[in-house]
Structure formats: structure tokens, C-alpha cells
């Protein structure tokens, strides 16, 4: 059994990978190759656009891949969502694809487009939002730089955004978010109904989501008195519920937490002053729910 692996090609490329090794799968993409090498046998890599993705995964091209939610609905492509990935290329998040015009545009709202020019990527996806407003306006495809072109070539853009600023730097507003979006673990139907392939899926999703859930989080391990316990307790936050495990000393026992990393360098010096001992901080790849 071999799995064909989609990877995004581009922006989210570098936050692809380093999420595949905190899941345990190394990935090394050799110069120009299309094809990047990976550590497990059953899976075969092909680097692909992030907007061509869901339309070869439908058509059976490749079994699974990473994309934006916004390319499967620009595809209108009919596949498996297997999970709901939330990272990008600045590290976390989602974006939104927005109806931005010029600072000084006399287009204030939705209905303003009425016969206008608008640029974008995402030209279907555009229509359709056009088209459920009752608005004609015609849309232009733009092969980037989109919020340069108003007002010259565009009387407003469709752009994706994560932060606003690039849109902010052109002095542009923005008046509407037409979709969110992050990125998706999808898969081809024919494939997902495959047991072993969708067994493989299945692994590879529940590891990338681990890997996800890590982000941002540490753990802590302490020794603690049981005199001390029930204070010391009181100040951890968990994902679930402290481990606590008898030492072989039965006056102490060991407790291990998860928890916010920016929680952690002010309630280190507390729970020491509450009573915890030998107090470790670990870093976390995975984190299964």
C-alpha cells in the first residue's frame, strides 16, 4: 500500500513540514524536486500548488493532501475532509479572503459594486458571493500583486489576508469577509473508502492534529509533598487533570501537567514557593486528545 501525499506548494510549504516532523515524519525537499523524500515507506510526497490540490485529490491524481478550505470551495471539489488543520505560514490562525477597496473609493458597501471591476484568485468564489447579493460586476483573474491594482485596473479586490497589513500598507479598507479559511487534510473518496488506505489517513490525521495541539504548550513534572498536594493542585491548570504517581518514598508523589508555555515561567517560582520540588519543563511535539 502506498499513500500519494500532497504537499503545499508555496507559502505554507515550510509550516508543512516542520508540522509533519513534530508529528514524527521527517520530510527533505531536494532543490528544485517536486518529489520530497520522506521517512515511511507507505507514504509518497509530490509538492503541488495549494490551489491545484483539491482538484487532483478529486480526481483521484493523488489520495490525500493539505489545502485551504477557500480552494475546495474555488474547486467546488467533491472530497473527504479527514481533519481540520489550524496553522499556517505565520504560525497559527486562519485567514479570510475580504472585499477591500481604495482608503478614499466611494464604494462603501456590497450593493456599491453594481457594474464595477473587481480583481482576485479567487474568481468563482467571488462570483458567488457576487451573485448571492443579486450584484453583476465583472471579475477579473489577477495573478498577484491584487492589491495594487485598484483603482487603475480594479475598482475593488477580493484578497486573502491573515493580518491586514499588507492591505492596510496599499491603504486599502476593507469593507466585508466574504470566507475564513485554514488549511484541511482532505482525501479522495475512492481512497478513504480503501481500508488500508484510509487506516494510513487516519494515523497521519490523529498525528498531525497532535501536533497541533502541542503548540504553544509545555509540561511540568515536580515531586511534591503529599502535605503540599491539595495547595499545589489548586494552581495547575490541564488539559484533563494532573497525573499524580506514588514515589517510592510515601510521603511524596510525582505530578506531571500540561499547560499554556506562557503560563509556566510565573507559576514555576510559585508552585516552588508552595512546595514543589525537582520542578522540570519539558517541551511537547504531540498532544492526543
Known sequence: MT??????????????VELFRKAGFKITIHGRSYYPAIDDPEIECMLLRAQEMSHYIELGLLDLGLTGYDWIVENDADVVEVADLVYSKTGGGKAR??????GDSPIKEVRD????????????????????????????????????????????????????????ANNMRIIETILET????????????????????????????????????????????????????????????????????EAWVDVTVVLEEKLARDLIPELKRHGAQGIVEFPLNKVIL
Not at 500519494?4 to 505554507?12: M, N, Y
Not at 451573485?131 to 500583486?145: C, R
Not at 495594487?148 to 475598482?155: G, R
Open 182 to 249: 485554514n488549511t484541511k487534510l482532505i482525501a479522495n473518496r475512492k481512497s478513504w473508502d480503501d481500508p488500508e488506505k484510509r487506516r494510513k489517513m487516519e494515523q497521519l490525521s490523529m498525528l498531525l492534529e497532535g501536533a497541533i495541539n502541542a503548540e504553544g504548550k509545555v509540561g511540568l513534572l515536580m515531586n511534591v509533598h503529599r502535605d503540599d498536594l491539595e495547595r499545589v493542585l489548586s494552581m495547575l491548570p490541564s488539559l484533563q487533570k494532573p497525573t499524580i504517581a506514588a514515589l517510592t518514598d
Open 113 to 168: 459594486l453594481e457594474g464595477k471591476r473587481l480583481a482576485t484568485e479567487a474568481v468563482n468564489l467571488t462570483k458567488r458571493f457576487l451573485a448571492a447579493n443579486g450584484i453583476t460586476a465583472q471579475v477579473e483573474f489577477s495573478w498577484g500583486a491584487t492589491e495594487v491594482k485598484p483603482p487603475y485596473l480594479a475598482d475593488a479586490i477580493v484578497e486573502l489576508t491573515e493580518t491586514g497589513s499588507s492591505l492596510r
Open 97 to 102: 479572503w475580504v472585499l477591500a477597496v481604495p
Open 3 to 16: 499513500l500519494k501525499l500532497g504537499i503545499p506548494k508555496g507559502s505554507l510549504q515550510d509550516a508543512t
